[in-house]
């Protein structure tokens, strides 16, 4: 009977982790612009979605408890022009939710900007039988693992009721749904990238960000307000394609950028040339008039 027992989980767990991964798989292979990004007969991985509602504003009125066991509400966490990275998960997630945070926090570790300066990072979960405790020890790991303790004022973990934690996912367009047999939440790869009014800039997919991504990203959510001059002519060189699912490469803006830059290059030599002429021409003329005053005397 206990093999018998034994056998059945391991087909539940088996089952399950069929299902994230096909998740995953379909979340990469599919076109964004058609909305639906699950393509499967699996009944089961029906209920995973994710429907892009791209410049829509999500609800900032909803009431979250944070790790400390504060109630708070969502519009405290968007203000001062920062963007936002928003993580839907729950903190018992044995796979998958741990995979995307884990993504989130290397890509955070490798890039020079700190959540809290210049954006912030919210993660919500889906489970509202958690504890505010255990966010509390989710976010102590995750800022341990970054390295950088100075970012535990930008990156926040809250708990939420059932009903507003699910508003939020609908605003976003995070299906998921419960299952009843592994006691566990089945749901996509996805970040969610807001603007600093709410509203929704970008779906990044997947379990791994790039760095390049993740800055473009937030710059655009920002509107440019953040980041280097540097970055500023990145993001201008750089668009987003959902099809390839990251920002590419726009080969006119670089040429025209280039062509611009070799202007001011022209322009630059070619001017300084022209008033290093005008000097030696007036010094020339000064040398010839202070000789013609001698000869006169």
Partial sequence: MKHQSNYILARLRLRHFLIMTMAII????SQ??????VRTDDP??????????SGETIP??????????QAVVLADYFSENKPVVMVMAYYTCPMLCNLVLNGV????????????EEYRIVTVSIDSTESFKLAGEKKANYITSMGRPEASSGWSFFTAEGNQSRRLADALGF??????????YAHAAVVFILTPDGEISRYLYGIEFTSRDFKL???????????TTIDRILLYCYHYDPNA???????????TLGGAGILFVLVFFLGGFWLYEIRRRRQTAGRIDCGRTQVTR
């Fill in 245 to 255: 699912g990251g920002y590419v490469v726009m080969a006119g803006r670089v040429m």
């Fill in 60 to 69: 900032l009125d909803i009431k979250l408890t944070d790790e400390t066991g």
């Fill in 26 to 29: 379909a979340i990469h292979v």
């Fill in 175 to 184: 299906q998921y749904y419960y299952d009843e047999e592994l006691k566990q």
């Fill in 32 to 37: 964004p612009a058609s909305a639906q990004v």
């Fill in 105 to 116: 926090a290397q890509t955070a570790s490798d890039i020079d900007w700190l959540p809290g």
């Fill in 217 to 227: 990203a937030l710059m655009e959510a920002a509107d440019g307000k953040i980041g």
């Fill in 44 to 53: 089961a991985l029906t209920k995973i979605d994710i429907i892009e509602h």
